[in-house]
C-alpha cells in the first residue's frame, strides 16, 4: 500500500490539528522510511521477483524489524513516546502512535503472507489485496479521496502554498501512485532502497504545506486561534 498510507496521515489531521502533516506522514510511513536504510545496511532483504503478486514484483522475504507486527508496535510506540517526550501532548501522542500502527495494518490488507508476527518468527500473514490491481486501485484510491477530504475540512488554507501546494501535493503523491502500479520491475536492490528514501520529500512537502493550512477544529472545543501549531 502506498497513498492508502498517505490517506491515514490526511485523516490524523482531525484527531490532531497541532501535529505538523509532515510529522503525521512520518508516522504513517516509518516502517517504510526505516526499511530503506535496513536494506542498505544489509539488515533486512528484498528479492525482484516478478509475479510475486499483481502489484509489486518485490518478494517481501525478510523483514522482521520493520514489518512484523511486534516491530510494527515497537516503532509506534517509540515515536509515540518520543513525542510525548518532546511535547508532553497526550493525545497527539497517541494518534500519533496510533496513525503510525496503521501501516502495518493496511499491510496486512494488501500484501500476501509475508508480514512476520515476531522478529524470529515463522508465523506470517497477509490478506492479499495485491493479487488484484483493480481491487488495490480502487480501494486505495477511495482511501486517499477521504483522507484528503477529511483534511480539507479540517484544515483551511492561510496562503498560496497552503491551496496550491496541497493540490500539488495530491497530484504527486497519486502521480507516484501510478506510476509505481504501470512501471517495470527496479533495476536492482540498491535502486528500491535509494528510491524508498526518496519518500522523505513527501514528509517534507507535507510539513511544508501545512505550515499555510490553520486548523479548524480544536480537539476540546475550543476556537482554533487558541491552538498552538506544531512546525515539526
Do not use: C
Not at 61 to 67: N, Q, S
Request: without cysteine; neutral net charge.
Amino acid at each position: 500500500m502506498f497513498i492508502g498510507h498517505f490517506a491515514a496521515g490526511f485523516a490524523a489531521k482531525r484527531f490532531a490539528p497541532r501535529v505538523s502533516l509532515g510529522t503525521l506522514f512520518a508516522a504513517v510511513q516509518l516502517q517504510d522510511l526505516l526499511w530503506p536504510v535496513l536494506l542498505l545496511l544489509g539488515v533486512e532483504h528484498v528479492r525482484i521477483d516478478p509475479g510475486n503478486t499483481a502489484v509489486t514484483p518485490l518478494d517481501f522475504y525478510d523483514y522482521p524489524v520493520t514489518h512484523s507486527l511486534v516491530g510494527a508496535a515497537v516503532i509506534a510506540l517509540s515515536f509515540g513516546g518520543l513525542f510525548w517526550l518532546s511535547r508532553r501532548d497526550v493525545r497527539s501522542a497517541v494518534v500519533l502512535a496510533a496513525a503510525s500502527f496503521s501501516h502495518w495494518l493496511l499491510d496486512f490488507a494488501t500484501h500476501r503472507p509475508d508480514l512476520p508476527l515476531t522478529y524470529g518468527g515463522s508465523v506470517k500473514v497477509g490478506l492479499g489485496l495485491w493479487n488484484s490491481v483493480a481491487g488495490t486501485a480502487v480501494i486505495e484510491t477511495g482511501m486517499f479521496v477521504l483522507g484528503l477530504a477529511v483534511y480539507l475540512k479540517t484544515t483551511a488554507p492561510a496562503g498560496w502554498p497552503g491551496r496550491y501546494g496541497l493540490a500539488a501535493l495530491a497530484l504527486l503523491l497519486f502521480a507516484a501512485y501510478v506510476t509505481n502500479l504501470r512501471g517495470p520491475p527496479p533495476p536492482g536492490v540498491d535502486a528500491i532502497a535509494v528510491a524508498g528514501n526518496a519518500m522523505w520529500l513527501f514528509v517534507l512537502v507535507g510539513w511544508w504545506v501545512d505550515r499555510s493550512r490553520s486548523p479548524l477544529h480544536h480537539p476540546d472545543g475550543d476556537a482554533p486561534s487558541s491552538i498552538s501549531r506544531d512546525t515539526q
